[in-house]
């Protein structure tokens, strides 16, 4: 049972454009919210964590939301750009350092 | 740069070897947990410890198991290794201050 969601595998955006990420969850118990970054060969680096009592949290181009009713959080990048190429997971956790992972979205900006 | 660094970045083994992966953190991250990727999946929860007790456990067989020291290092080690243990394996550091962990970037373990 995949109670962290990503339902789209891939993502192409024009440079410069907005980019967004989508997860859906279905625990309601899951009260921490993060989106990682992965390049090839290299492990997850941490982007943006969003707390279950916030809907909204930014950092420089990167903007979590998070719709509890809805069990749904996106990460919008804006603007886009080449370097932000990679996969991106979003995770959850129920107040534990047990994280659970959806299965990632590939985006490809395109220059 | 997370401060979190793993040790072999590649590794080889053969049907019912067993094997021991390692992981080292800073100061200050008390947590580890170690995951299990497999290819074109997101990072599976394997287990945690804190200040060197397990303190959670995925759905991983006994055969998995894991170390934590004192000086912030820790270790898996996988037993009567099958075909489908090959898979990237991570680990992920955090203090007790905040709920986010990060990760080193892996060891790729290949069963042959």
């Known amino acids: 049972d995949q109670q962290v969601k990503q339902n789209s595998p891939s993502l192409s955006v024009q440079e410069g454009r907005i980019s967004i990420l989508n997860c859906d969850y279905t625990?309601?118990?899951?009260?921490?919210f993060l989106w990682y970054k992965k390049y090839p060969a290299e492990g997850p680096t941490f982007l943006i964590s969003?707390?279950?009592?916030?809907d909204k949290n930014e950092d420089g181009r990167f903007t979590v939301f998070l719709n509890k009713s809805a069990k749904h959080l996106s990460l919008h990048i804006v603007p886009s750009q080449p370097g932000d190429s990679a996969v991106y997971f979003c995770a959850a956790s129920g107040g534990t350092y047990k994280y659970i992972f959806g299965t990632g979205t590939r985006l490809k900006v395109l220059a | 740069e997370t401060g979190v660094t793993q040790s072999p970045t590649h590794l080889i083994k053969t049907r019912g070897q067993q094997v021991t992966l390692r992981c080292s953190s800073q100061?200050?991250?008390?947590?580890v947990s170690w995951y299990q990727q497999a290819l074109g999946q997101g990072p599976q929860f394997i287990f945690q410890?804190?200040?060197?007790?397990?303190?959670g456990r995925g759905n991983f067989p006994p055969r998995f198991s894991g170390l934590q020291f004192p000086n912030y290092s820790s270790e898996l080690n996988v037993n009567a290794l099958e075909l489908d243990d090959s898979a990237l394996y991570l680990c992920?550091?955090?203090?007790?201050?905040?709920?986010?962990?990060?990760f080193g970037p892996g060891t790729r373990l290949t069963v042959l």
């Open positions: 969003i707390s279950s009592i916030k």
């Open positions: 100061s200050g991250h008390n947590t």
């Open positions: 410890y804190y200040r060197e007790e397990e303190n």
């Open positions: 992920a550091a955090g203090g007790e201050s905040t709920d986010t962990q990060y």
């Open positions: 625990n309601s118990m899951f009260d921490y």
